[in-house]
C-alpha cells in the first residue's frame, strides 16, 4: 500500500517542484515550494520518520519559508507589475494547492494508522528512554553529520541572501 503512495508523493513533488522553478513571481514559487516540501514531508511519513517529516513541516514549510515571504514581500512593497497568481490563474493556483494539501492530509490520515506512532518493545524503547526522541536524532547528526548539516545552514542562508539581492533593485 505505502508504494503507490510512495509514486504519488514523490510525483506531486516532482511537479511542485518543476512549478517551483518556472513560476515568474517569486511569491508563487514560494507556495510551489512550501507545496514541494508537503509531498516530502508525506514520503518521510512513509518511510517511518514520523520526527523528521514533523520538522520538516514546521521548520522548513513553515519557519523558513515565512521568512522567504516575507523578505519578498516587504522588498517588492513599490513594484506595480502584476504577478501571475492575479485573477484567473492566481485561483486556479490556490485550487490546485489547497486540493493537494488537503488529499494528502486525509490520504496520511487514513493509511497510517495510530499505533504505528508507538515504539515496539526493546532497544528502541529504551534508547528512546534513556536519550528521548531527539536525543537519539541529535546524537548522530551533530556528531556523524554536522558537515553536511552545516553546508545546509550555510545553503539556507545564502538563499535568503540570493533572495533578498534579486528582489532588491538597488542595495
Not at 5 to 16: C, E, K, N, R, T
Not at 29 to 48: E, H, P, R
Not at 55 to 73: C, D, E, K, S, T
Request: glycine share 8%; proline share 4%.
Amino acid at each position: 500500500m505505502t508504494l503507490p503512495l510512495f509514486w504519488v508523493f514523490g510525483g506531486i513533488a516532482i511537479l511542485s517542484g518543476f512549478m517551483c522553478i518556472t513560476r515568474r513571481s517569486p511569491v508563487a514559487s514560494a507556495l510551489w515550494l512550501i507545496q514541494t516540501m508537503f509531498s516530502l514531508a508525506g514520503i518521510y511519513v512513509l518511510l517511518d520518520a514520523q520526527f523528521i517529516a514533523v520538522i520538516q513541516v514546521l521548520v522548513y514549510a513553515g519557519a523558513i519559508m515565512v521568512i522567504f515571504l516575507f523578505v519578498i514581500m516587504l522588498l517588492n512593497l513599490g513594484r506595480t507589475k502584476t504577478t501571475d497568481m492575479v485573477g484567473r490563474p492566481g485561483q486556479i493556483t490556490s485550487l490546485v494547492l489547497g486540493t493537494l494539501m488537503t488529499l494528502e492530509l486525509f490520504v496520511l490520515n487514513k493509511v497510517i494508522p495510530a499505533e504505528q506512532f508507538r515504539l515496539p518493545e526493546g532497544t528502541m524503547a529504551t534508547m528512546t528512554d534513556e536519550m528521548g526522541a531527539v536525543g537519539m536524532i541529535a546524537e548522530p547528526l551533530f556528531r556523524g553529520y554536522i558537515v553536511p548539516f552545516e553546508i545546509t545552514s550555510v545553503l539556507l542562508l545564502a538563499a535568503v541572501v540570493g533572495a533578498v539581492v534579486l528582489a532588491k533593485r538597488k542595495i
